[in-house]
């Protein structure tokens, strides 16, 4: 079977969406399947073509030349449309596997349709609700209503479409998609990655100050939605209880200078620490000094539709996570038994929630063997990738009959 992924971007760029391709891509060669995949234009620098990264093929989408919208746009899709027919005339695919956003999707429908080709569509968030919670987009703008009609037309018209949660499947079946057209393909992390937590670092728990703290601690990027300012404000609740309490802050993002603002006024401002973006190799040294990973997200259709990534991670490196109970998380942890969950938006439930986890170490070793194993059973790759298997048979099955 030969598929051909048609992408926004893809490595070497660094992202959650190029992390998720990679799994994907690795974890069907490793099925005995062929990919390959194709970039749009807009955001991968000049590269060879073809161009190998980690083992996996991409063919690319020249640059166009800049316009305003929606013009831009509409070059981008009539661009990335004409290229994955080059490419598909080459290489000769089964099936098109589009991954969102819209224009992507819009882009690999046309092809499919030219080419013949069985045509599944892939949505990881609605974008128009992203970009409502990085700050870029406002819910019920023209925008806003746009995009989402342009990813519903797309859907529409797909002959089978994947999501990443349940969340989003449930919001497309309100839209009046049928929901055995709709799979779900979760977020899932490779165990290969993560063994045994490495101890402590002590060098590094010295140079931070946090040498016999109850650490706290977020790896990430600092959007909005994210609510560090929760998270921030709970602190001196929690310190209140557990003195020994600190808070380890480890990225850097938009809300940044917003939340370095809030800590220097805040009583508990001695009790956190912000490392600023530390190099990938290195992360691991600042997770080894965390207690409790804490996910405070905020309530709003982002994050209620969308599960992360993140506490996933956490989960397989059998770190404690306490998380707001959005739906995003709610499809990711049990409360109780898998992590911890408090109302979001309240950081007096945070402090509680935290503090009531520090209280109760006795049950830590239980729940991080416990949140390991669900990992295992329904979240790493190979079981996720599993899932498209009869989906891909069934279109090309139909395509050829």
Same mark, same amino acid.
Request: include cysteine; aromatic fraction near 6%; hydrophobic fraction near 45%.
């Given at each position: ?26 974890? =069907?060669?490793?099925?005995?399947? =062929? ?45 990335? %449309?004409?290229?994955?027919?080059? !490419?598909? %005339?080459?290489?000769?695919? #089964?099936? &098109? ?52 009609? @342009?990813?519903?037309?797309?859907? *529409?018209?797909? #002959? %089978? ?10 919001? +497309? ?10 799979? !779900? ?15 402590? #670092? ?25 609510? +560090?300012?929760?998270?921030?404000? %709970? ?26 603002? $809030? ?17 990938? $190799? $290195? ?5 080894? &000094? ?21 506490? @996933?991670?956490?989960?397989? =490196? ?11 998380? *709610?499809? &990711? ?20 929630? +935290?503090?009531?986890?520090?209280? #109760? ?25 599993? *899932? ?14």
């Amino acid at each position: 079977m030969k598929i051909l992924h048609i992408l926004d971007h893809s490595l070497p760029i660094h992202s959650g969406y190029t992390f998720r391709t990679r799994a994907i891509l690795k974890s =069907q060669i490793a099925m005995g399947w =062929q990919v390959m995949g194709v970039t749009g234009p807009r955001y991968n620098t000049p590269r060879p073509d073809p161009d190998e990264e980690e083992g996996l093929v991409f063919r690319r989408t020249p640059a166009i030349a800049p316009a305003r919208a929606p013009i831009g746009e509409w070059r981008e899709v009539n661009a990335l %449309a004409r290229r994955i027919a080059e !490419v598909a %005339a080459e290489w000769k695919p #089964d099936i &098109l596997h589009a991954h969102s956003p819209a224009l992507v999707g819009l882009a690999g429908l046309r092809a499919a349709r030219r080419l013949k080709l069985p045509f599944l569509y892939e949505i990881r968030a609605f974008w128009e609700d992203a970009a409502v919670g990085n700050g870029t987009g406002r819910e019920g703008s023209p925008m806003y209503r746009l995009t989402r009609m @342009l990813e519903t037309h797309v859907v *529409r018209r797909a #002959d %089978a479409v994947a999501v990443i949660c349940e969340g989003l499947r449930s919001d +497309l079946v309100a839209r009046g998609i049928a929901a055995d057209k709709i799979m !779900v393909s979760p977020n899932g992390v490779d165990l290969d990655l993560f063994g045994d937590p490495p101890p402590a #670092d002590t060098a590094l728990a010295a140079e931070l100050g946090l040498e016999g703290a109850d650490v706290i601690g977020f790896i990430g990027s600092f959007y909005d939605y994210e609510g +560090l300012d929760d998270l921030i404000a %709970a602190m001196p609740l929690l310190v209140e209880r557990r003195p020994a309490a600190a808070l380890l802050l480890v990225g850097g993002g938009p809300m940044e200078e917003a939340l370095r603002a $809030q800590v220097a006024a805040s009583p508990a401002a001695a009790r956190i620490r912000f490392t600023g973006r530390v190099p990938h $190799q $290195q992360v691991e040294r600042y997770y080894s &000094l965390i207690d409790i990973l804490a996910y405070p997200r905020k309530s709003m259709r982002l994050t209620d539709l969308v599960t992360p990534l993140k506490p @996933l991670e956490a989960m397989a =490196q059998r770190r404690l996570v306490a998380a707001s109970d959005v739906g995003g998380h *709610r499809e &990711l942890i049990e409360d109780g038994v898998t992590g911890t969950l408090f109302a979001p938006d309240d950081p007096a439930a945070l402090a509680a929630a +935290l503090a009531d986890l520090l209280d #109760d170490r006795k049950k830590w070793d239980e729940r991080r063997e416990v949140a390991r194993t669900f990992v295992e059973r329904e979240r790493s790759w190979g079981v996720n990738v599993a *899932r498209y298997r009869p989906v891909y048979e069934r279109l090309i099955g139909g395509a050829s009959g």
